[in-house]
C-alpha cells in the first residue's frame, strides 16, 4: 500500500532538496554522467538523498549508479543496505510464492500476479533496482471468497476487521498476512476504492492474462497492454508522484513494446484515459521513455492538459512526496473522474479530516461490522463481476 501523509515534508532548504531530486532523476535516466551526478552531490546532503530515494523507491537504482562516485561515502553505504534489502524482500516473496501457487490452484479459480514480483522479474531482472514490500494477486470476483477461504485454511492471517467500511465501498481488495510473514494484497479489482466511472473487467484480464515464469514460478500475468495501462492507472490513482512509478513505465516501454493503440482503446474504455495520459507523458517527459508523443495527447483532452499545466506551476509533481493537500497529488488521483469530481473529492476528504474519529473510521483495520456485513460484501463481490456496479461508487 502507497503511504500517504496531509503533512509530510522533506526537510532541508528547498536548493538542496532540488538537487537532490535532480542527482535521483539522472541516476534513473536513460544517460548516466560521472561529472554531473558528483557535481548535484555536492549540492545536498546525504540526508535529503536517502529520505528522496526512500519516498521515491528508486534507492537500489541510485546506488547501482553512484557507487562509481565514491563507494566509501557514508550514504553509498545506505544506499547499499536498501538494495541488499530489495534482494533479500524479493527472494523472500518469492519463496511465498512457490508456497501459496498450490494452494490458489486447488481453488480452481483464475488468478494473477501483478506489481511488485512481475515488475522485479520482467522489467528489471535485478532485484535490487526495484524494492517493494507485498505480494499483490488478482483473482476473479465469483472466486473471491473461496480463495480467501483458502488462503486462511492453509495458515494465512486476514487482517482486515472492518467489513461496515468494506461493504459501504466494496473496496477493492483485502490484506492479509502470509505464513511466512509476507504481507499479501488480494484484488477482485485493480482499483480499489471510488471508482465512479472507472471500470476495470477483472475476467477480461484474467482471459488474457500470460503464463509467465517469475524466479522459478510458472504464474499468470497480465499481458503487455494490461499490464502498461494498469501501471500508469495505478501511479495516476496513488498521487503519481514517484519515480519508481516512472521507471517502471519507461522500462514497460522498452521492455515489452506494447501496441499504443491498444493501450489508447484500453484506457478509454476503461474510463482512466486522463491519469493514463498524465503519466505516460511524464514518463516521456522526464525519463526519456519511448512512448510516442501523439499516444498521452490523445489520452488527455485539451481541458485536463490545461488544468495539468496551471497545476504545475503551483504545485510541481517532485515537491508532492504523498501530501494528500497537494494540488499535484490531487489532480493526478481524480483526473480520469473530470475536473469537478476532483473538487469534490477533495473536499469530502478535507471535511472528513475535521472528524476525530475519521482515521480509525476509515481504517480496514478497526473493527466495524458482523456477519451480515462480511458476507453482503462478499456478495457484492460477486455480483460486480457481472457488471458495473453502482455500490461504494
Request: net charge positive; glycine share 8%; with cysteine.
Given at each position: 500500500?502507497?503511504?500517504?501523509s ?37 549540492r ?44 533479500q ?26 506489481k ?25 470476483p ?98 503519481g508522484?514517484?519515480?519508481?512509478w ?5 522500462r ?12 489508447v ?21 522526464v ?107
Amino acid at each position: 500500500m502507497t503511504s500517504w501523509s496531509w503533512t509530510r515534508r522533506i526537510e532541508g532548504p528547498r536548493t538542496q532538496r532540488n538537487a537532490a531530486a535532480q542527482l535521483l532523476v539522472h541516476c534513473v535516466g536513460p544517460a548516466f554522467d560521472p561529472a554531473t551526478a558528483s557535481r548535484l552531490a555536492t549540492r545536498t546532503s546525504p540526508d535529503i538523498i536517502l529520505a528522496l530515494a526512500d519516498y521515491h523507491g528508486v534507492a537500489g537504482l541510485a546506488y547501482e549508479r553512484l557507487r562509481e562516485l565514491d563507494a566509501a561515502a557514508p550514504f553509498i553505504a545506505d544506499l547499499h543496505v536498501r538494495y541488499t534489502r530489495a534482494v533479500q524482500g524479493h527472494m523472500r516473496i518469492m519463496w511465498e510464492l512457490a508456497h501459496l501457487q498450490p494452494v490458489l490452484d486447488a481453488t480452481g479459480a483464475r488468478w494473477a500476479v501483478i506489481k511488485g514480483p512481475v515488475a522485479v522479474e520482467v522489467l528489471y531482472g535485478s532485484p535490487g533496482q526495484r524494492a517493494y514490500q507485498d505480494l499483490d494477486l488478482l483473482v476473479e470476483p465469483r472466486a473471491f471468497r473461496d480463495v480467501l477461504a483458502a488462503l486462511q485454511d492453509s495458515g494465512s492471517e486476514l487482517l482486515d476487521r472492518n467489513w461496515t467500511l468494506l461493504r459501504r465501498d466494496l473496496l477493492g481488495e483485502v490484506h492479509l498476512r502470509l505464513p511466512g510473514g509476507t504481507p499479501l494484497d488480494l484484488h477482485w479489482n485493480l482499483i480499489n476504492m471510488n471508482r465512479g466511472r472507472m471500470w476495470i473487467d477483472t475476467s477480461e484480464l484474467l482471459e488474457r492474462s500470460t503464463i509467465t515464469n517469475l524466479g522459478g514460478v510458472t504464474v499468470g500475468t497480465l499481458e503487455p497492454v494490461d499490464f502498461v495501462t494498469h501501471l500508469a492507472v495505478h501511479a495516476a490513482l496513488s498521487g503519481g508522484d514517484r519515480l519508481m512509478w516512472l521507471k517502471d513505465l519507461e522500462r514497460a516501454a522498452v521492455v515489452l513494446d506494447p501496441s499504443w493503440e491498444s493501450v489508447v482503446e484500453r484506457a478509454r474504455r476503461w474510463g482512466v484515459a486522463a491519469g493514463v495520459g498524465l503519466m505516460l507523458a511524464r514518463a516521456r517527459d522526464v525519463l526519456g521513455a519511448p512512448i510516442p508523443k501523439e499516444v498521452p495527447a490523445r489520452l488527455l483532452t485539451a481541458r485536463s492538459a490545461r488544468l495539468v499545466r496551471l497545476t504545475e506551476r503551483a504545485s510541481p509533481w517532485d515537491q508532492s512526496v504523498g501530501r494528500l493537500t497537494a494540488a499535484s497529488h490531487i489532480v493526478s488521483r481524480a483526473i480520469s473522474h473530470g475536473p469537478l469530481r476532483a473538487v469534490v473529492w477533495f473536499v469530502r476528504r478535507a471535511l472528513s479530516r475535521l472528524d476525530p474519529r475519521e482515521p480509525a473510521a476509515s481504517s480496514v483495520f478497526t473493527p466495524s461490522g458482523d456477519v451480515r456485513d462480511r458476507e453482503a460484501y462478499f456478495d457484492a463481490v460477486v455480483s460486480s463481476g457481472r457488471g458495473r456496479q453502482s455500490v461504494g461508487q
